[in-house]
């Protein structure tokens, strides 16, 4: 299998969620451990090393929101959340301080493979290759340069900084404020509509059917991903 020895570390206090995953996990080749609690996470974190964490929010003893931050303070481990509706802006919280992607309870085992995929494709490091490939799009960093099917887009300074945040974190949700504070700045954290309507822009040039995009995917109420 492509998976045998990518370890992968669920943190989540409900038992029967555990055990669903191990076993899901364990039969598409991963190597699964588990933990309970935030504090048992972390330590099995630094013992285990594990390719990707599935962390749970709402944990009985740390936060999740917590346990990313302490995380992002000494690895950069892929980290996929588990949340429920209930928790939208705990799910922006931690994808802010470091989380790669989320997956909503209740969830198919095919998305979250798919996002497991992502991710630990995402961590191999894309931004250190010059050239990044996206079907028939291509961005090259080194001379700043947009091309669909080998033709040049051209895109304003603005447009080209959205467009370069989301290739290097391709295929990882970026929450509308960090785009806002990462290309504009602190102050325009909050202008979510501004961000839209450059987003609308930039798929007017780069997507083939705008109405219906394929490389710029909108997370309602989060923000967008690459792909």
């Known amino acids: ?22 076993v899901a996990l364990t039969s598409h080749g991963y190597v699964v451990k588990d933990a309970k609690t935030g504090k048992e996470g972390l330590e099995e974190v630094a013992i285990f090393s594990p390719d990707l964490v599935v962390l749970d929010l709402g944990l009985p003893d740390l936060d999740g929101i917590e346990v990313v931050r302490i995380l992002r303070e000494w690895t950069k481990v892929p980290i996929i959340i588990l949340s429920v509706n209930e928790q ?15 997956v909503t309870k209740p969830f198919g085992m095919g998305e979250l493979l798919a996002r497991i995929r992502a991710a630990m494709r ?3 490091g894309v931004e250190e290759q010059p050239v990044l490939h996206f079907a028939d799009l291509s961005i090259d ?9 080998d033709q040049e887009i051209k895109l304003t300074l603005t447009e080209y900084e959205i467009v370069k945040n989301l290739a290097i974190n ?13 290309v504009w700045g602190p102050s325009y954290e909050k202008e979510v509509q501004y961000l839209r309507v450059y987003i609308g822009q930039i798929r007017r040039k780069l997507e083939r059917d705008p109405s219906r995009p394929q490389h710029i995917i909108t997370e309602s109420g989060v923000g967008y991903r690459l792909l």
């Open 141 to 149: 960093f080194l001379h700043r340069r947009v091309t669909r099917d």
């Open 122 to 124: 995402h961590s191999k």
């Open 1 to 22: 299998m492509e998976n045998k020895g990518q370890r992968i570390l669920i943190i989540d206090d409900e038992t029967q969620i555990r055990k669903f995953l191990r």
């Open 170 to 182: 391709a295929g990882k949700v970026l929450t509308h404020s960090y785009l806002l504070r990462t």
């Open 88 to 102: 939208e802006n705990d799910k922006i919280k931690a994808l802010d301080v470091g989380a790669d992607d989320y």
